[in-house]
């Protein structure tokens, strides 16, 4: 299967501050999603974007396919946007997930 | 419209017993996959079904494992007999055809602890 590496493993934010987390994978994708698991457990999805950037109010995503990384930016953080953010690639159907990078921003 | 919708949230049971876990796909998503995550290593396909066929079940680890998807609607992972490694969060995804255009969605997950 496609190898996805998230860096970094942990990244603990004072509110207010920005942050850029990294996927890179290892083969070419059709698919590449951005998900942020709340303390509920559950998986939102955040991002489908395989190639391009995209934004979503304080969140943005870019992926270079060419380059096979792709990077989602948080802005003016906030207490809810702790959790784990996952990465994760296809080039069928089956996705593979990356290990990824627990937020904690802090009031 | 609804999520992706799984029953139960949290099972437990003792090793040795069976416990099945059901997943409602998102209403017109003819792609259905199950996931687990277990022991805090990462999100590892299980298998995939499209409408009520079996496309892919390379990732179901062993003979202990059943999935079915009566219907093409709903699904069931059926683990018997659980083991204590079985222990982990079980997810169901789906997403429409076509399959170029794969955004799945995913329901809350099933935790399952076998002890």
């Known amino acids: 299967g496609i190898q996805v590496e998230q860096s970094p493993p942990d990244l603990i934010l004072q509110e207010g501050a920005n942050s850029t987390l990294r996927c890179n994978f290892s083969?070419?994708?059709?698919?590449l999603q951005w998900f942020h698991q709340n303390p509920w457990g559950q998986l939102i999805n955040l991002f489908y974007?395989?190639?391009g950037t995209k934004q979503n109010g304080r969140l943005s995503a870019t992926t270079v396919a060419t380059e096979r990384y792709s990077l989602l930016y948080i802005s003016s953080s906030q207490t809810t946007d702790s959790g784990v953010y996952f990465c994760?690639?296809?080039?069928?159907?089956?996705?593979?997930f990356g290990a990824g990078t627990t937020v904690t921003v802090r009031a | 419209e609804a999520g992706v919708t799984q029953f139960p949230s949290h099972s437990v049971i003792e090793k040795g017993q069976t416990v099945t876990l059901r997943c409602d796909p998102i209403?017109?998503?003819?792609?259905l996959y199950w996931y687990r995550r277990v022991m805090g290593k990462e999100i590892k396909f299980l298998l995939h079904?499209?409408?009520?066929?079996?496309?892919?079940e390379s990732g179901m680890p062993n003979n202990r494992f059943l999935a079915e998807r009566t219907g093409g609607t709903y699904s069931t992972l059926k683990v018997q007999p659980a083991e204590l490694e079985d222990s982990g969060v079980y997810f169901c995804?789906?997403?429409?055809?076509?399959?170029?255009?794969?955004?799945?969605?995913f329901g809350p997950g099933t935790r399952l602890t076998v002890l």
């Open positions: 995804a789906s997403s429409q055809i076509p399959v170029n255009r794969n955004e799945q969605f």
């Open positions: 994760a690639v296809a080039n069928d159907y089956k996705l593979s």
């Open positions: 079904f499209v409408k009520e066929s079996k496309q892919d």
């Open positions: 083969d070419s994708v059709n698919n």
């Open positions: 209403s017109g998503h003819d792609n």
């Open positions: 974007i395989p190639s």
